[in-house]
C-alpha cells in the first residue's frame, strides 16, 4: 500500500521502531550468553533470513509516505549493489560470496540470476536503461567496476535528496555529505594499504569522486581529515605505532555512528530522525553478522565486542 500516512505517522512509527534497536548491553549479552542472534542460525540461507527479518519494517514502510520513497528506495539500494557485486563476480569466474540481499519487492535484481551464469555483457544488457546502466559503460575490470558501484550508490543516495522539500533536503544532504567523507578517507586508507597506490593515484580517485557531489564535501572531508590526523597522533604516542587501515576505518565507522545517533532526537519533526534509524539499522544488520561470525571463528566476547558500532 502506497502513500497511505503523513510525516508526523511515519516520524512516530520510526521512534517506536527506534525504541527495539539493540543496545550495548543487549550485544553484550548476545556475546557473553551466547544468547541466539535471531530465529536465524548460521548458514548462508540462515544470513539471508537473518538480513530478511531485519529490514522487513523498513519495507513495510517505503512507500507510506510519497515524499520520504526515495530516500528509502536509496538506502535499499545500498543493499542492491552487494548483489550486483556477487553477479559481477561470477560473471567473471570467481567464487563469489554466496549471500543475497533481498529487497523484494523494491528489487531491479533477483536471485535466480545466479543460476544463469551470466556473462560481463549479459549483466550490461540486463542493466542498461536502470539506475545502474552507467557502471557498465566500457570494459573495465571487476576490482574498478565494484568501485563504480560504490560510487554509483553514493551519488543514487545523495541525489535522492533533489526530490525532496526546502529543509528536509538540506538534513538529508548534510547527512550524506558526512557519510560520503568518511567513505573518502576510507577508501584512500585502503588504497594505500591494501593496494599500495601512490598519493597522486589517491588524490586523483578521490577528487574525481568528490567531485561528483559539489564542493561542499570538500569541506566535510577536511573536517574529518584534521579530527583523523588527531586520531592518528594519539595512537602513535600511546602505542609507538600508527593506525592501521583496520584502526582508521573503525574510527571513521565509529564517528558517523556517534553523529548519527545524536541526530536521532534532534527534533521529532525532523528527517535527520528517519535517515538515522536507517543507518543505525544498517549498523544493527552488520552487527549481527560480526557476531555470527566471531561465534564460528571461536573468536573471544572481548574481541567480538570490540569490532562492534553501537550504543552504550
Excluded at 567523507?181 to 599500495?196: D, G, H, I, P, T
Aim: proline residues 4%.
Amino acid at each position: 500500500m502506497k502513500n497511505y500516512a503523513d510525516a508526523d505517522y511515519l516520524h512516530a512509527r520510526i521512534s517506536a521502531m527506534r525504541s527495539r534497536l539493540l543496545t550495548g548491553r543487549d550485544y553484550a549479552a548476545l556475546v557473553r550468553e551466547q544468547a541466539p542472534v535471531s530465529a536465524a542460525g548460521d548458514t548462508v540461507e540462515d544470513r539471508e533470513n537473518l538480513f530478511r527479518e531485519q529490514i522487513a519494517p523498513v519495507l513495510a514502510i517505503a512507500e507510506a509516505h510519497a515524499p520520504y520513497a526515495p530516500l528509502f528506495l536509496a538506502f535499499l539500494r545500498l543493499y542492491e549493489v552487494q548483489n550486483v557485486k556477487t553477479l559481477l563476480l561470477q560473471a567473471a569466474g570467481a567464487t563469489p560470496p554466496g549471500q543475497w540481499y533481498d529487497i523484494a519487492p523494491y528489487a531491479a535484481v533477483g536471485k535466480e540470476l545466479l543460476r544463469e551464469k551470466l556473462t560481463p555483457e549479459d549483466l550490461k544488457s540486463f542493466f542498461a536503461g536502470t539506475y545502474l546502466a552507467s557502471c557498465f559503460e566500457g570494459a573495465p575490470a571487476p576490482r574498478r567496476m565494484a568501485i563504480r558501484l560504490d560510487l554509483c550508490a553514493a551519488a543514487n543516495l545523495y541525489n535522492a535528496a533533489c526530490l525532496l522539500d526546502g529543509e528536509a533536503r538540506k538534513e538529508f544532504q548534510d547527512t550524506v555529505l558526512r557519510r560520503i567523507a568518511a567513505l573518502s578517507l576510507m577508501w584512500s586508507s585502503r588504497l594505500k594499504a591494501y593496494y599500495l597506490a601512490r598519493d597522486e593515484q589517491i588524490l586523483s580517485s578521490l577528487e574525481k569522486f568528490q567531485a561528483l557531489f559539489g564542493r561542499r564535501v570538500k569541506s566535510r572531508v577536511r573536517l574529518l581529515e584534521e579530527a583523523l590526523a588527531r586520531f592518528a597522533d594519539e595512537r602513535q604516542k600511546s602505542t609507538g605505532q600508527k593506525p592501521s587501515a583496520i584502526d582508521i576505518e573503525r574510527y571513521l565507522e565509529r564517528s558517523f555512528h556517534a553523529w548519527i545517533s545524536s541526530m536521532f532526537h534532534r527534533d521529532f519533526h525532523s528527517l535527520y530522525g528517519v535517515v538515522a534509524y536507517l543507518w543505525l539499522l544498517f549498523y544493527q544488520i552488520q552487527n549481527l553478522y560480526r557476531i555470527q561470525d566471531g561465534r564460528r571463528f571461536g573468536l573471544s566476547a572481548e574481541a567480538v565486542l570490540d569490532a562492534l558500532f553501537c550504543e552504550a
